[in-house]
């Protein structure tokens, strides 16, 4: 429905807890028949004589679901659908008809009517009718309900979460922000990390300043001092002009160091000064004061990196003034429809329908991408849609719970779904079914993969894998 339509609250009987529903006939009989069968099951039901009364009543009571015949005098049936749908265009509407109107009863499902049931309506049959609309009410109300929690998300920018997990993120985030403290983002991939640091940015008194981000493992390591600290003129080849490196331009503002893990050796002591005096010293220049808030993330684990000395334990404990552990998608399951709603809006597709059986599957999906993965997931379904609704066939292959199928030999050893799938997340999962197929045993697992211990334990720390 149209974003400007105000979806109304639905009438629920006090008693029962179903919806309200207005039955239209001048069959009086029928009417009857159909009245008593609704009572029965639970629901409060309004009548109408005729087309007129049955609008008019409807005008007043707002209910969510009406029934009425085709073939009445005065106002006919399709014209009651149109000016239901014109007060209320989110009500849904079944229409009786006899036998030989079908065709009409055709014209009206393409009017927006929901269902259509052909004379003598049987009791079964009305009330699976009735009860496939009051699914789908359910589905509308949960919708408004999630619109209605989108709404007030709007404290901390993008963020999106109901879960308890993410309120008290929320919660270290709204207390840390006006600081000049450091912080230090933990995660696995796709959790939201950059998302976090913009946030952090701009609910402090920084926010009118740059924010500068930076990803400290997209960048060789040769060029990466110049890159966060500048350089000058003739400092080495090809240095043809003085630049400004990243805190430089974060200054009076806030840099974000992503995957600060994999910093090399040689540029922690650097940093650790920058954090400590304030103070950078761009390649072949002169020490500058620089104002930048630095907050920086890892998908590692920083403290095993410690242990191994891998990482400066003064850097870090220098970066990890506050520690925000973002949870992964599957830890907080509950915020999955709100994320979903969340994606849908800014893709376009706000009003777009998802069937309960589809939502469920992306309930039991562990999503190893987390986020990043279900946004990918529904910019996909956007594009391929098949319907009016989003049903379990247009989910990617590994939701659904099509596992990547083995190949004969010569061929590969996985066949990749067609629409592709992400490095990272594939070897996540060969190094997580490795682990559990060796019932995690470290070295059996790196012969299975066929590669050395230590790069196994890289690759634990790089996708914060650990034993259950």
Do not use: M
């Given at each position: 429905m149209a974003n400007s339509v105000k979806i109304h609250e639905v009438k629920i009987h006090?008693?029962?807890?179903k919806p309200t529903i207005l039955v239209i006939d001048d069959d009086a009989s029928l009417r009857r028949v159909t009245e008593y069968n609704l009572e029965q099951a639970g629901y409060r039901v309004l009548t109408a004589v005729d087309g007129r009364a049955g609008v008019q009543l409807f005008r007043e009571e707002r209910p969510p679901l009406v029934i009425t015949d085709l073939q009445m005098p005065g106002l006919s049936g399709l014209e009651v659908l149109e000016q239901v749908k014109a007060v209320l265009p989110e009500t849904l509407v079944i229409v009786i008809t006899a036998y030989g109107t079908i065709e009409q009863a055709v014209a009206a499902m393409k009017k927006g009517a929901h269902d259509f049931l052909t004379k003598p309506v049987s009791r079964d049959a009305l009330l699976l009718a009735v009860d496939k609309a009051c699914r789908l009410l359910g589905l509308q109300e949960e919708n408004r309900r999630l619109r209605e929690q989108l709404g007030h998300q709007v404290e901390f920018g993008n963020l999106v979460g109901n879960s308890d997990v993410m309120h008290q993120v929320m919660e270290i985030v709204r207390r840390a922000a006006p600081s000049d403290a450091t912080v230090l983002l933990t995660g696995e991939s796709g959790t939201g990390k950059e998302l976090i640091a913009r946030a952090i940015h701009h609910a402090s008194d920084r926010r009118n300043a740059p924010f500068v981000a930076?990803?400290?493992?997209?960048?060789?390591?040769?060029?990466?001092?110049?890159?966060?600290?500048?350089?000058?003129?003739?400092?080495?080849?090809?240095?043809?002009?003085?630049?400004?490196?990243?805190f430089e331009r974060a200054d009076g503002g806030t840099l974000f160091l992503d995957e600060v893990g994999e910093l090399p050796a040689n540029l922690q002591p650097k940093l650790l000064r920058a954090l400590q005096?304030?103070?950078?010293?761009?390649?072949?220049?002169?020490?500058?004061?620089?104002?930048?808030?630095?907050?920086?993330?890892?998908?590692?684990?920083?403290?095993?990196?410690?242990?191994?000395?891998?990482f400066r334990e003064d850097l870090y404990y220098r970066l990890a003034v506050i520690t925000v552990a973002l949870p992964p998608l599957r830890a907080r399951r509950e915020d999955i429809p709100l994320l979903l709603r969340h994606f849908l809006a800014k893709h376009g597709s706000a009003d777009q329908e998802v069937a309960p059986?589809?939502?469920?599957?992306?309930?039991?999906?562990?999503?190893?991408?987390?986020?990043?993965?279900?946004?990918?997931?529904?910019?996909r379904m956007i594009v391929?849609?098949?319907?009016?609704?989003?049903?379990?066939?247009?989910?990617?292959?590994?939701?659904?719970?099509?596992?990547?199928?083995?190949?004969?030999?010569?061929?590969?050893?996985?066949?990749?779904?067609?629409?592709?799938?992400?490095?990272?997340?594939?070897?996540?999962e060969v190094v997580l079914q490795a682990l559990e197929r060796n019932h995690w045993n470290q070295t059996r697992a790196a012969a299975f993969l066929r590669i050395p211990r230590h790069v196994l334990l890289y690759r634990m720390e790089k996708y914060g894998i650990q034993k259950p």
């Open positions: 006090e008693r029962s807890g930076v990803n400290c493992a997209a960048i060789p390591a040769e060029l990466l001092e110049s890159e966060l600290f500048g350089h000058v003129r003739g400092a080495f080849t090809g240095a043809v002009s003085d630049r400004a490196g990243k005096e304030h103070e950078i010293e761009p390649v072949g220049g002169r020490p500058k004061r620089i104002d930048a808030r630095v907050v920086a993330a890892t998908n590692r684990d920083l403290e095993a990196a410690l242990a191994s000395g891998a059986a589809a939502l469920q599957k992306l309930l039991d999906y562990d999503w190893p991408g987390n986020v990043r993965e279900l946004e990918n997931a529904v910019q391929l849609r098949r319907g009016d609704r989003f049903e379990v066939d247009d989910l990617p292959d590994k939701i659904r719970g099509l596992a990547l199928a083995a190949t004969p030999a010569g061929s590969g050893v996985v066949q990749l779904p067609a629409d592709g799938y992400p490095l990272e997340v594939l070897e996540r």
